[in-house]
């Protein structure tokens, strides 16, 4: 198992385990530095994030749609680096940063939308599990001389359950936008 794969399920886990424990009271994400700093933070977070998953899916097809094997192996190495260096991150800074925003409106039980985004949230991880497995696959596929069939089975899988992961997080961004505070 690649390493961007185990710390996906380690930070994973770890912004839930901080989403619940802020919601159960166990833990008060108060403000450390400007609510505006935060916000600019969150944002920056969430430009990450689903910049990522919008680019990464298209120029892996257009690396597939070149059949050339060197270029879709690169692009395999550059999908783990783009996780481990800006979608990871671009999550870390979503979650914590909105748990910081929402200390300034009383935490997230105190904003029916706020639940509603720690549900969508669980349920993007529970999702990301198989397009991790997957994606695995794919990269052990492209670390040998791989075959374009099984390659094409993969992706396949890999851009059905990607866009299935999109769903949370564009309703998260949509409750987040029309939300009444």
Known sequence: MKSVTKISILNGLILLGLSLAEFFGVLKFDLLFSYQWHKLLHIIGVVLLMGNMIVGPIWFMYAYNSKDKHLLKFAGKLLALTDLYITIPGIALTV???????????????????????????????????????????????SKDFDITTLSSLLLRWGIMGTIIMIPPVVMFYLMVVKAV
Do not use: H, R
């Not at 509603?116 to 349920?123: A, D, R, T, W």
């Open 96 to 142: 914590i940063n909105g748990l910081f925003l929402a200390s300034a409106y009383g935490g997230t039980k105190n904003q029916p939308w706020l639940f509603y985004s720690i549900i969508l949230l669980f349920v993007m991880w529970v999702l990301s599990i198989p397009l991790i497995y997957i994606q695995e696959k794919i990269y052990q596929s492209l």
